[in-house]
């Protein structure tokens, strides 16, 4: 069984200058295709449960797929809560068997999302478990616009908190269907000089990959989401395998074909975060 914490894989990252990917799972046919493209690479790879997993498969439920999963893998697993809202849901998921939690109170004042991170914090380390959390908050493409991160706020967020990795707002964006933007290097650069915990980039979708290669070697960035790049892939698979066949129903038949392709594009992913 190679099930790990947050911790335990971005901390060797932080050292030895590569980044691992937090990959934004929706159902069995794509966490199943993480997990082979990780072996494939042999790299460890972040199993993530976000908002929109959560309302189509309970936590316990997910956390025994995750589990499943990371007992047959010979590369590290781990299964991420992310975006948790509410000090419950991080508790069901530590109940759950997840081995990491993602609060997110970056939409409130600054005093209450450290105050509630820290009690969070506290909770997963308790149970032997990871915590990151988020300062700044990362908008969406055509919704909601980011808030940038303060240096001095992350420094005291990162210090009173006790976050083991720590998400940020550097001009990434969440849902962003192309790598036309860029993240703001001299904010980061900031960042990292009042800060020695690992960072995390949300919506990294978006990023160009010469900027996911470069920091992922030579930053304090060492965990990267991606969630849009690969859900396209996989809609554009299951077009495919549905059209290739307008008489086949049966959806195992239909989903098996997805297999492969996201194989391929999530080894193309992981590729971009290995160390030099």
Not at 11 to 30: C, F, I, M, R, S
Not at 140 to 148: C, K, L, V
Not at 190 to 210: F, K, R, W, Y
Not at 241 to 248: F, Y
Request: hydrophobic letters at 45%; charged letters at 20%.
């Amino acid at each position: 069984m190679t099930l790990a914490t947050l911790s335990e894989v971005l901390q060797p990252a932080l050292k030895e200058g590569h980044a691992v990917a937090g990959l934004v799972t929706l159902g069995w046919e794509d966490m199943r295709a993480y997990v082979a493209a990780a072996e494939a690479e042999d790299v460890p790879v972040i199993l993530q449960a976000g908002p929109s997993c959560r309302e189509h498969t309970p936590l316990p439920v997910l956390g025994k797929m995750f589990r499943h999963l990371a007992e047959a893998a010979h590369v590290p697993v781990v299964a991420h809560l992310d975006h948790g809202y509410t000090a419950e849901e991080c508790r069901i998921a530590i109940d759950s068997g997840f081995t990491s939690v993602m609060y997110d109170g970056s939409r409130g004042p600054l005093a209450k999302n450290i105050a509630d991170t820290a009690a969070i914090a506290d909770m997963a380390h308790a149970a032997g478990l990871s915590c990151e959390g988020e300062i700044g908050f990362v908008g969406y493409a055509g919704g909601e616009n980011s808030a940038g991160t303060d240096p001095d706020e992350a420094a005291q967020f990162a210090r009173e908190t006790g976050v083991d990795a720590m998400a940020i707002s550097v001009g990434n964006v969440h849902l962003q269907q192309d790598k036309s933007g860029g993240l703001d290097l001299a904010r980061i650069r900031a960042i990292e000089a009042v800060t020695n915990i690992p960072l995390v980039i949300h919506g990294g979708s978006g990023v160009p990959m010469d900027q996911r290669r470069s920091l992922s070697r030579g930053s304090a960035v060492c965990k990267f989401n991606i969630g849009t790049e690969l859900r396209m892939a996989f809609g554009a698979a299951l077009r495919a395998a549905v059209d290739s066949d307008p008489d086949r129903f049966d959806r195992v038949s239909i989903l098996r074909d997805t297999h492969d392709p996201i194989v391929a594009a999530t080894r193309s992913v992981l590729k971009g975060f290995k160390g030099a």
